[in-house]
Every structure is written in C-alpha cells, then in structure tokens.
C-alpha cells in the first residue's frame, strides 16, 4: 500500500533518478573526492521563499563556487559561499551559507561546490507550498493513526490491532509516589472505579495516555481543522481524541483523570518502560492482582484532583481549551454536539485553581512533563470559550472574552520568550485572542489587540537574535530536548503571527527554522521520518521497531523525533548493555562536544517520537502549506 503522501515524496524527487546519471558523467573531471558537506531543507523550498543551504567545510572556504545542478544536468545558478559563521566542531571548522533564494523554477536539483572545498547536496525540491507541506501535514495524521489504542483502530501499513480493551473498566489510583530515578516507591492505592478510558492516543514511543499532551495536541489539529487547512484524516483523527478525552472528564462529580498507564515500576512491579513489546500482547496477558505485569494489562486511572476539587489550571485551560475548539468545528454541522463541548470547556474552566496553584499537575512522575506555567493556559481556554460562545450565541461569551483579555494581560507581563510548545501556549494565547479582539463588539477589555502583537514579536525577536548566533541559524541551539519540536514551534509562531497580523516580516526566520528540522543542522539528518533522503530509521518507537517489513520500510511517516541532544544524556543511553537491533553510527563524525546525535532506536532522548512533536509539526506545516 502507498501512502498518498509518499507518494507526493516519489513524485517530487524521481526526476532526479535520471538526473544522477548524467551528473555522473557530468562529474568524471572532478579531480578529486568531496571532504565537505552541504546541508539543505531536503524537503525543499516553495516559490517566493528565503532559500539558504549551509556548507560544512574542514578548512577556510573562502571563495568556494556554488553552482545548482538540474535533473539533466545543466547549470541553473551560480554563486558564492557567503561570509564565514564559525565553525561547527573541530573536523569542520568553517560554516558558511549559500544564498539560493534567486532559484524560482520549479523542479528537483542539487548544489554542488567547488574551489577550495568540494561538497553536494542531496536532492531538493523548489515548488509550490501546498504540494511540498500539504502531504507533510497528511502523513502527521498517519502518525496519530498508528498511535491509536482501543478498539477503533485504521486500516493503515501498521496493520495495527485492538488494545488495552481493559480500559474500559479501568481503576482510579491514588496519587503514586516515586524514588528519585522515577520508580514507584510504594504500592498502589485504589480510590475509585472502575471508568471507561478506552481509546486515545499513545503519548509516543510507550503506551501511556496523557490528558495533558493529548489536549494540547488537540489544539494544534483543531486549530488547523477550524482554519480550513486542508489536511486529509484530520476530521476523523481529532474526533478520535477527543472521544478519549471527554471519557477522561467525569462531569457529575467533577473529576478530570490525568493519565492512563504507569511508566516505571516498582518492586515486583513491571511499569510500561519495563517490557518492549506491541499494545496488543498485553491483553493477552493471564494476570493477577500481585502478578508482575498485572499493571500492563490492567492499567492504572489517575486523577488532576479529588472530585469535585479545584483543578491545577495548567490542565484545566487546556482541557477547555480543547473542548471549545471542538466547539468552534462543530458549530456551523452539528450545533447541539458543538454545545455540549462548550458546556463541558466552561465546567472545567470553573474549576480552574487560580488563586494559590501550587505545584501544577501534567503528569505521574511530573518530571515527564515539568511544566511551570498556566496563565497562558488560562487565556487560551477562555479565548476559545469566548471564540465558540459567540458562534453558538451563548450569553456567556461577553464574560469569557474579558476574563480570557485579563488572564492575557497577566501572561504578557509574566514576560517569557519561549516558542509555542506543550509546555508554553502564550503565543498561541495572543494570536486567537487578538483575531477575537478586533472584531469583537466588547469594548474595555484588560488588553488590546496591539499589546498582543507586541508580546508575540517580542518572543518571535529573541528567537532571531538566538539564531543569528548559531552556526545553522536555530533558535534552539544546536540541541537539546524537545529540539526539533522547539524549532517547529519558533515556525509555527511566525506563521501564526503572519497570518493574524499580515505581516511577513520574520518569514525568513520561519523557513530558517523549519530548514533546521528537514536537515540545515550539523548532522544532515531530517528530524521527521520519511523526509528527504536521511532521516531516523530507527525511531525508538515500539510500534514502528516491531512492525517493520518489507511492507514498512519508512519507520513511521510523519513522525517528529527529539533530534540532537546532549552528549552526557545519549552516551548514558548509549551504555545500555543489549545490542540494538536497528542502529547507525553515521552521524558521529558530527558531533560536537556538547551535543550528540545517533539514529539507535535504544537513545530515546535523540529519536523518540511523540504527539506533542508531531502535533507542533502539523500545525506549523499546515500553516506554511497555506501560508505562500
């Protein structure tokens, strides 16, 4: 079976099959082997956009010739490398970038340099900006599908089976304690149930289930769904989630669970990190209470807080967030659906802790996701309140709007320059609110449309003073985690900001640090699977490492991966007694002190895929799809 966004991919890039050939014989005076690297966004450019390669060389290439090579051959363009930015570790001492921003016919082709360096780039594509992001955004929904649980599954390549039907009758835990390396720290204690959580999806390359990444990769997907871009399985998939996240959210006794599953465990207890293994085999297991893996097959139900109790408002902001979205795409088809979303946003939102939030809830251990701010969550849930009350003329609306502009008002001057992430939602927060502001008939909000922007190019200015820093021009460095899913999030923003203010003044930097993702970085390497000619083939991803087959060979199309991490954290992975089946140590020549990468479906801070990545991934692509 071929994907149809594969098969876009195939299409772009099988002209240059025939054009390798008469490179070939186009190169045969070439005296001398290349010892440079050129980095490009191996995905490619659309019309119009900033088009900026990158040279890696091991010695100063001032003066090097830049020429762009076509399918047959034949040379389209011819330039310079640009002004030296450094070096990038001591085997290449020279970065340097190659403008190609002047390259407007489309096609396939190839950078090749020449002079004091010698280096070519793998193939890239210069087209039209749906046809390039548009089967990029459809394969992150293929993500989703193969990440299912429950009963509801796709028929997709994954061939994936019905699993953890157990939840359906699942048990309430008490808040678990746990050691410092993460482990439980003292057994289990049942509070209530049993409840129905059946379905959602897998937060990434385990089988836990999380309210708090789950809501916030439905904002993403719905915001995309709302704003009419195009994206085929996006429907159906949002619907998927959200079916599991309302089964999460008890409305007669006020209870929002949390999460679903148990990480690590204890002694004499085996976590979902204990066992690598496909979903499906764990409700076959023949358990019983005090059995080893009971808690694989029957998983354990937390809870954000007693019923009834006030809710850490990170998550409540969310949640709401998400049903009021929802709210706002059913709307116009489905109004009473769309109303009982809303009804269930505003329930949350009651509940929301604003006066003394304490520790904030996301998950168990909480150093799975250490989140440590809400007010952006608080705006945001308000804002999509106002935003879905107004098109279901609910009375409500005039309310929501002015407490979303002073939870707004706090979050600006709270300050923060992070991108848009699972952990930071503010720019997304300004964004939605501003559009509602300037055509709300409210007047005398705590915030004005204007103070938004600001607050949304003060955050979009310190990425680009970040990367102008950088040897690859990356806001985020050169590594770290969450790397990947932090420079989608920094073009995410800056399409964002395009299309709310009409303003492309940091298109550039959107390209920039989208090309840092698709292989402008040291390594060369994508950082979602299936994109251009490197990317990771062994994502430590359960799902994709047991499923693979003649009939798979892509790892898991559209998957955002963690990317370049620290040197310390991979090397500890690394030690890992057990061989790793799939693994490759290509990249290591490109390493820095600092910060390493390996394609090793063992190191999961370099290639884990999640949903909170993907999801970044999906709205950024989208929007940029829809954006030129």
Not at 211 to 233: C, K, S, W
Request: net charge negative; hydrophobic share 40%; proline share 5%.
């Amino acid at each position: 079976m071929t994907t149809p966004a594969a098969a876009v991919r195939r299409r772009l890039f099988a002209p240059f099959a025939v054009g390798l050939l008469l490179l070939s014989g186009a190169c045969t005076d070439s005296p001398a082997a290349p010892d440079g690297y050129v980095r490009v966004d191996q995905l490619g450019y659309a019309f119009g956009e900033a088009k900026i390669a990158v040279l890696l060389a091991p010695r100063d290439a001032a003066g090097a010739r830049a020429t762009v090579v076509g399918p047959d051959g034949k040379k389209v363009l011819s330039t310079t490398v640009g002004a030296s930015r450094g070096a990038w570790n001591t085997n290449f001492r020279d970065v340097r970038p190659v403008d190609l921003t002047a390259l407007a016919k489309p096609g396939t082709y190839r950078l090749r340099i020449d002079g004091p360096v010698r280096a070519e780039s793998p193939p890239f594509h210069i087209g039209d900006a749906d046809e390039l992001f548009g089967p990029l955004a459809r394969d992150s929904v293929e993500y989703f599908q193969a990440h299912r649980d429950g009963a509801n599954q796709v028929s997709t390549l994954w061939r994936r089976q019905p699993s953890h039907l157990a939840d359906r009758a699942a048990t309430v835990y008490e808040t678990p304690a746990f050691d410092n390396r993460g482990r439980l720290s003292r057994d289990l204690a049942a509070a209530d149930g049993p409840v129905d959580v059946e379905g959602g999806w897998f937060d990434a390359g385990d089988f836990l289930k999380f309210t708090h990444t789950t809501a916030y990769a439905l904002i993403a997907m719905l915001i995309a769904q709302r704003d009419g871009m195009a994206v085929d399985g996006l429907a159906a998939e949002t619907r998927h989630g959200l079916d599991w996240l309302a089964k999460m959210w008890d409305p007669d006794s006020g209870t929002l669970h949390t999460q679903v599953g148990i990480g690590s465990g204890g002694q004499n207890i085996l976590g979902d990190h204990d066992t690598w293994r496909l979903p499906e085999t764990d409700d076959r297991l023949a358990v019983e209470p005090g059995d080893q893996r009971y808690y694989q097959r029957y998983r354990p139900v937390f809870r954000a807080a007693a019923p009834g109790e006030p809710l850490s408002p990170n998550l409540a902001g969310r949640v709401a967030a998400a049903f009021a979205l929802a709210a706002q795409v059913e709307a116009a088809g489905d109004p009473d659906r769309a109303q009982e979303h809303l009804d269930t946003a505003a329930q949350i939102l009651d509940l929301a802790r604003t006066d003394d939030p304490g520790e904030l809830v996301t998950a168990e251990p909480r150093s799975f996701y250490p989140e440590d701010s809400w007010t952006d969550d608080i705006a945001l849930g308000a804002t999509e309140l106002a935003r879905a009350g107004d098109l279901l003329r609910d009375t409500r609306a005039d309310g929501w709007l002015r407490t979303a502009a002073r939870w707004a008002k706090t979050n600006v001057e709270r300050g923060g320059d992070a991108s848009l992430s699972v952990y930071d939602v503010s720019a997304l927060a300004d964004a939605e609110l501003a559009r509602t502001l300037v055509t709300t008939r409210v007047t005398g909000t705590a915030i004005d449309a204007a103070t938004l922007r600001r607050d949304m190019q003060r955050r979009l200015d310190a990425g680009v003073i970040a990367a102008s820093r950088n040897a690859m021009r990356a806001a985020a460095g050169n590594g770290g985690y969450d790397y990947a899913a932090r420079q989608l999030g920094f073009t995410a923003v800056a399409e964002l900001y395009e299309h709310t203010f009409a303003d492309g003044r940091y298109a550039g930097f959107a390209t920039a640090q989208r090309g840092v993702v698709l292989g402008v970085n040291g390594w060369g390497t994508s950082m979602v699977v299936g994109v251009g000619t490197t990317y990771p083939r062994c994502p430590h991803d359960q799902i994709a490492t047991l499923t693979a087959g003649p009939a798979t060979p892509l790892g898991m199309l559209g998957a955002v991966v963690n990317g370049p991490n620290s040197a310390d954290r991979v090397h500890e992975l690394l030690a890992d007694p057990q061989s790793s089946p799939c693994a490759t140590d290509e990249f290591a020549r490109f390493d820095r002190d600092d910060v390493h990468y390996v394609d090793d479906m063992r190191v999961s801070a370099n290639n884990e895929p999640s949903i909170d990545f993907t999801a970044t991934g999906l709205l950024a692509f989208a929007l940029m799809a829809k954006q030129h």
